[in-house]
């Protein structure tokens, strides 16, 4: 009777894993093509625009707080004015590291800047 029991919870197991397994397949097939379509996605004219004006503007932001941080090799964490908005960046540098800057101004949300590298 045991065995019955066991035999029957393995094969249910051996199913179980058999379906996990098309799950997973499923998707993985689902963010490969997504993966796919970004990358073949054709950028219009007007996100070009967005994404360069973005650019500058992180630029901007980024060459100010160089101007008060110039590369070290220490990790620092401040804060400037932002020369976009008058508002507040907070900025971390990774300069004991690889020098990345990850920054957000506290006016983000009205479509300031906020960037990690
Ligand atoms: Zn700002």
Same mark, same amino acid.
């Given at each position: 009777m045991d065995n019955i &029991?066991?035999? $029957?919870?393995?094969?249910?197991?051996?199913?179980?894993?058999?379906?996990?397994?098309?799950?997973n397949k499923l998707k993985d097939d689902a963010w490969t093509d997504w993966i796919e379509e970004q990358l073949n996605k054709? &950028?219009?004219? /007007? /996100?070009k625009e967005l994404m360069d004006q973005m650019m500058k503007k992180v630029m901007t932001v980024r060459n100010a707080i160089r101007e008060? $941080?110039? /590369?070290?090799? /220490?990790?620092?964490?401040d804060t400037i004015t932002c020369p976009l *908005?008058?508002?507040?960046?907070?900025?971390? &540098?990774?300069?004991?590291?690889?020098? $990345? &800057? $990850?920054?957000? *101004?506290?006016?983000y949300a009205d479509g300031c800047v906020k960037w990690m590298e």
């Open positions: &029991i066991s035999n $029957h919870e393995l094969w249910a197991n051996e199913l179980l894993t058999k379906e996990n397994k098309k799950l054709e &950028i219009s004219q /007007e /996100e008060k $941080h110039p /590369e070290g090799n /220490e990790f620092v964490q *908005c008058g508002g507040l960046v907070s900025f971390m &540098i990774s300069d004991h590291y690889n020098g $990345h &800057i $990850h920054a957000v *101004c506290s006016n």
